[in-house]
């Protein structure tokens, strides 16, 4: 009992020192791990580059640039789209000022606070919405520079991939390389069926959103259908913060109740079909995390790393979930943080 209590102890306190350290060289980690998470996306096609007698370094600068590419699209887009959607400002200004101005009746004729009342306490949010937009525009500098970064890592991990493996394999035992050889490729594989499936994943959403919200009549639906699949890979939280985006913006733009509740019910019909088809056939059972874990993960990410740590979360998650499946003495914890075996295959307790 009180070796395993030392062990217990040992661990928690490890866990412990690892969290602190990731806090502390949040600044140099984040953008590593960010990087190393494309470089496994875009191991695949640096291989094949390679296979097709193209030199290493310049297989894995275009896989460099490709992510660039790619990252350029979307702002593209994203900023195409939202010049359509400023379009509409001058209509969306009012059917604000119509909302705001019901709501200040209502807070009048039920609470009891006056127009007067209201007024000083907007003026104290704006003022710290202008704060937090200050900072926003003095964070602009430091995101470019991760940017940057992230683009070296990549090109570097692609192309030192094979010292780093021997490396690794240096660090374990003479009778432990095989095993450790072992979790390399199956934290490298698994990584890769995660990325590719959360990336299948957005796509089918794109699709479906952008039927559901065409079929509702909303404008800009193809924004709107971008929007909240690009945000899924925040689980639980993003595909409900881009509905409620899309419904808030429907809202001001006078859409009917009807408009309203067609958006709502394309929101749940579309989890329906993404929660019992889609993540079973795309992502698979070997990365699948359950539920508690997630929302822990998402927790500790964003408590750690903030808003990258959100977004990082899940794939480092899956990644440690396969090291644990592979190493006997932490067998138990992947077993905790992934799915439970279907019924029909567990034992009545």
């Known amino acids: 009992m009180g070796t395993t209590a030392n062990t217990a102890l040992r661990t928690l306190l490890l866990a412990f020192l690892i969290s602190a350290g990731m806090y502390i060289l949040s600044g140099f980690l984040i953008p590593l791990v960010i990087g190393g998470v494309f470089a496994a996306l875009f191991m695949p096609l640096c291989r094949w580059l390679e296979r097709h007698r193209i030199p290493r370094g310049i297989a894995s600068f275009l896989c460099m640039f490709s992510l660039l590419l790619a990252v350029a699209a979307i702002v593209a887009l994203l900023g195409w789209q939202v010049r359509a959607l400023t379009q509409d400002a001058a209509m969306i200004k009012q059917q604000v000022l119509k909302m705001v101005g019901h709501v200040q009746q209502f807070l009048f004729n039920h609470f009891g606070i006056t127009t007067a009342d209201q007024a000083k306490i907007l003026s104290s949010q704006q003022a710290a919405a202008t704060g937090l937009i200050g900072k926003l525009a003095s964070s602009l500098a430091s995101i470019f520079t991760d940017f940057v970064l992230i683009l070296v890592y990549v090109l570097f991990l ?16 003479e009778d432990g390389r095989a095993g450790m050889n072992k979790v390399i490729d199956s934290v490298a594989a698994v990584s890769l069926q995660y990325l590719l499936g959360l990336f299948k994943m957005i796509v089918c959403l794109w699709v479906m959103y952008g ?3 065409s079929v509702a009549g909303i404008d ?7 929007l909240c699949g690009l945000l899924e890979i925040v689980p639980f939280i993003g595909n409900i913060t881009g509905t409620s985006i899309t419904l808030l913006v429907a809202a001001a733009q006078g859409d009917s109740t009807g408009a309203l509740l067609a958006i ?26 359950n539920a508690l874990s997630t929302i822990i993960a998402l927790i500790l990410g964003e408590l750690i790393w903030g808003i990258p740590g959100i977004f990082l979360a899940i794939p480092m998650v899956a990644m440690f979930k396969i090291v644990c499946d592979n190493v006997e003495s932490l067998k138990p914890i992947g077993f905790l943080i992934g799915e439970s075996a279907p019924a029909k295959e567990r034992k009545v307790q």
């Open 264 to 289: 709502a019910a394309t929101y749940g019909l579309i989890q329906f079909i993404q929660g019992w088809f889609l993540e079973p056939l795309i992502v698979g059972a070997q990365v699948r995390i």
């Open 220 to 226: 800009n639906a193809l924004f709107f259908a971008f």
């Open 211 to 213: 039927i559901g919200f």
């Open 158 to 173: 692609l192309y030192y991939r094979s010292h780093l493996r021997r490396f690794l394999l240096m660090l374990a035992p």
